[in-house]
């Protein structure tokens, strides 16, 4: 497994992490408990040693999962979580209203986005009750509310520090500017953004940004939510609770023009004996200034999968071909 560095934080992290937002359940069509410690287990077991939730994950679910996975094994993992999407709060910004199975514009739960010092606190503090953990690794902002100032975030977060509650600060879903805004007043190690081979935009901003200041990338969605995989093809058929067939981007013409994307790197992926997540996955941590990759997975054969992608070593050609297929594909909105 490829080891990095998060940002100047001395921290060494697995290229590949496991991504827990399916484990939560929300949007995803539930949760398996046992099938989700199995999966948190073997990632470990393969060498994965970044485990990312958030509060928001099934609203405490994915984190009360991680924490009873981890509980053994704490010295062989870095925890990662985040802070700032607030439900039944009444500061920040909205953000959407949900029920506990999904986004829905009449749902009961209305969740706002507040980074506060004193929301951040609490935040954290049920946080690490829910992890049963005493220090989190790497402690992020998940949205940016534009009603609090960085530095008050950012002094509240170098607070939990100096308390030996986190020892990492990073943001998620931050502009070049907010991060900009944030270094004013602290450093940070790490940012998350959305990335994929079919999602490029923060090449233009944030990862420009984050190669000048030595932040860790953490590219969420590298498999855009499975589309990626090989395994969703124009027939699946989702579960009940399941967000993505209600996006444009999982329309059966959408899922055609990605299989036909995919079988143009198998060549590539029967020279590496990998599968095509797997290929899809290394691709992502191949690209200049992404430093890891977070995957989610549900069972253990998902996490033995992904874990082996930290593993594969693309040729100059390898990443030339893959990028003239993606190139002739065209915008896969």
Known sequence: MKMRPLGQSGIEASAVALGTWAI????????????????????????????????IYGFGVS???VGRAIADRRDQVLIATKCGMVVGGEKGRF?????????????HLEIRIYNGPQSVRQECELSLKRLGVETIDLY?????????????????????IQQGKIRAIGVCNATAAEMRAYEQAGPLDTDQ???????????ADQLP?????????????????????????PDRQFSQGDIRPSWPRFSQENRRRVADLLAAFQPIADQHSATLAQLVIAW?????GVTHALCGARDRKQALENAKAGTIDLSTEDLQTMNDAIAAAGEIV
């Not at 949007?27 to 099938?35: F, L, Y």
């Not at 989700?36 to 485990?51: P, Q």
């Not at 953004?193 to 090449?203: G, H, Q």
């Not at 992502?284 to 200049?288: D, E, F, G, R, S």
């Open 24 to 55: 939560g359940g929300w949007m995803w069509g539930g949760t398996e408990d046992k099938a989700a410690v199995d999966a948190i287990h073997a990632g470990i077991d393969a060498g994965i040693n970044l485990i990312d939730t958030a509060p």
């Open 209 to 233: 940004h984050c190669r000048e200041k030595n932040i860790a990338m953490l590219a969420y969605s590298p498999l855009a939510m499975g589309l990626l995989t090989g395994k969703i093809g």
């Open 63 to 65: 984190e009360q999962v």
């Open 193 to 203: 953004e959305k990335f994929s081979m079919i999602d490029r935009a923060i090449e």
């Open 140 to 160: 992020q902002t998940h949205w940016q509310d534009g009603t609090t100032a960085y530095e008050d975030t950012m002094a509240a977060l170098l607070d939990l």
């Open 284 to 288: 992502t941590i191949h690209q200049p």
């Open 95 to 107: 953000k959407t209203r949900s029920t506990a199975h999904q986004i829905d514009e009449n749902g």
